[in-house]
Each structure stands twice: as structure tokens, then as C-alpha cells.
């Protein structure tokens, strides 16, 4: 993986295995981070999500959860506000945004791996392992250089207001994978509400260990 990026993948041959996740949503916007609030709180997810490694399902399913939760939130909090700012270059919003799309298909693979469910869990581990990776490897990057960019506009208390809008987004977001989910206007709102509850009611029924969102 390329240097910096703080997610590492551990898979066996018959099942995916991700690092244990840690308490790092408790974060408080205060943390110290580079890229202020915003940066701490979107760093606690990461941390959440890929903590120590391990081998035991919970872990999987916990990564996916959360992964899944931020791009979510993302999409919901963060790139409208980084559209706004960005004025007629979106070039960075746009690279975060297919980024985004690349991740959440490597999501949706893992999830596969996970359950066992239909043709792409037929896809050899090793695979899914290397291009979820190189997803997470281009897409933080490129989500590090937008929110970066961001800090050095807005005022503090901007800042402060996007990590909350961040954090109560991540709070109620889908725990699964939805690349092909609109993400703007009406039908991105909708969408994002009809999948967190769906996906809640899945979680449930499939009594997936560990999915639970942060509070």
C-alpha cells in the first residue's frame, strides 16, 4: 500500500478478515488533527473501522459497516458543503466522489466474502483484498486534499459546524454498501433514509455481530 495510509486488510482463504475496530467515534471535535474538527472525527471513523488486526467475522462486518456509514455520511454532509466552496473547480469534489463509488463496490465484494452471497463472492479473496486496498489508498488521498482545502476556507466555527453535520449523518447512515445510490437532491435524501432503515432491519435479521452505529 502506498505510503501514509493507515488501512490494512488481513483475508484467509475462506473468509475476509479485517483489523478489530477501537472506540475512535468517541473522538470530541476537539482532538488535534491537521485538518482541524473535521479532519479528528472523519480520522475516529477510519480508526474505528481498521483498528489492530484480527481474524474473527465481527471485524469484517464492522468494517464494512462503518466504511460504508462514512462514505454515506460524506456524501451527505460534507460534499455539499465542499461543492459550495469550491466554487467552478470541482475537480477534487469530483475525484472524491468516484473515489467514493470504487470503495463502496470493493465494500460490496467484502460483504460478499463475508456472507457468502451470490457470483461476486466467487471472486478469489486475494483479489478483493488488493483492489479494496488500492480503493481505500486513492480514495483517503483524495478525501484528505478536499478536507484539507476546506479547512484553510472556512471560519472555526464552520469547521465545527461540518464535523457535527458529519458526525449526526454517520450516526442514522446505511451499514452496507450502496454504490449505486444517488446522492443529490430529493432522491440522494431519500435514498440515504430508505437505506439506513433498510439496511437496519437487515442487520437484524441476518443478526450481523458488531454493524451497531456510533453514537
Not at 77 to 87: D, F, K, S, T
Amino acid at each position: 500500500m502506498r505510503k501514509g495510509t493507515a488501512v490494512a486488510i488481513n483475508w484467509t482463504a475462506d473468509q475476509a478478515a479485517v483489523p478489530e475496530p477501537g472506540d475512535g467515534h468517541q473522538a470530541d471535535l476537539e482532538s488535534s488533527s491537521t485538518n482541524g474538527p473535521i479532519g479528528a472525527v472523519i480520522d475516529a471513523t477510519y480508526e474505528g473501522a481498521v483498528g489492530s488486526n484480527g481474524g474473527a467475522p465481527v471485524w469484517g462486518y464492522r468494517a464494512v459497516a462503518r466504511l460504508s456509514g462514512h462514505l454515506a455520511a460524506m456524501h451527505r454532509a460534507v460534499y455539499p458543503a465542499a461543492r459550495r466552496c469550491l466554487g467552478e473547480d470541482q475537480h477534487l469534489l469530483r475525484r472524491c466522489r468516484a473515489g467514493a463509488r470504487e470503495t463502496a463496490w470493493a465494500l460490496r465484494l467484502l460483504q460478499s466474502h463475508l456472507t457468502g452471497d451470490g457470483g461476486l463472492a466467487a471472486h478469489q479473496p486475494g483479489t478483493g483484498h488488493l483492489w479494496l486496498e488500492e480503493c481505500l489508498d486513492e480514495y483517503r488521498e483524495a478525501e484528505q486534499a478536499l478536507i484539507a482545502w476546506m479547512q484553510v476556507r472556512l471560519t472555526t466555527l464552520e469547521c465545527e459546524h461540518l464535523a457535527l453535520g458529519y458526525r449526526a449523518a454517520l450516526r442514522r447512515a446505511p451499514t452496507r454498501p450502496h454504490p449505486r445510490r444517488p446522492h443529490s437532491g430529493w432522491p440522494g435524501r431519500m435514498a440515504f433514509r430508505l437505506h439506513a432503515f433498510w439496511d437496519g432491519v437487515l442487520d437484524g435479521v441476518d443478526s450481523r455481530p458488531g454493524v451497531a452505529r456510533p453514537d
